[in-house]
């Protein structure tokens, strides 16, 4: 298998099983808007955020690298 893969797999068990257990209810502010939620969600939101940042930053970088070439 790919060690890639495999890597992923174990990062992503390792995350659900950590927002399985955190299921507590917390307050969150931000400036003037405030809500409360399940930690659970809250780590579930920072995550789902920083893949996508990390997917959009690393398609940004490779367009570059290819405008740069050409």
């Given at each position: 298998?790919?060690l890639?893969?495999?890597?992923?797999?174990?990062?992503?068990?390792?995350?659900?099983?950590?927002?399985?257990?955190?299921?507590?209810?917390?307050?969150?502010?931000?400036?003037?808007w405030?809500?409360?939620?399940s930690?659970?969600?809250?780590?579930?939101?920072?995550?789902?955020?920083?893949?996508?940042?990390?997917?959009?930053?690393?398609?940004?970088?490779?367009?570059?690298?290819?405008?740069?070439?050409?």
């Open positions: 298998m790919n890639k893969l495999i890597l992923v797999l174990t990062l992503s068990v390792l995350a659900v099983l950590f927002i399985a257990q955190n299921v507590a209810i917390v307050e969150i502010s931000f400036l003037v405030q809500t409360s939620m930690s659970a969600l809250l780590i579930f939101f920072t995550l789902v955020t920083g893949v996508l940042l990390g997917w959009f930053l690393h398609a940004n970088l490779q367009h570059h690298r290819v405008k740069a070439a050409a």
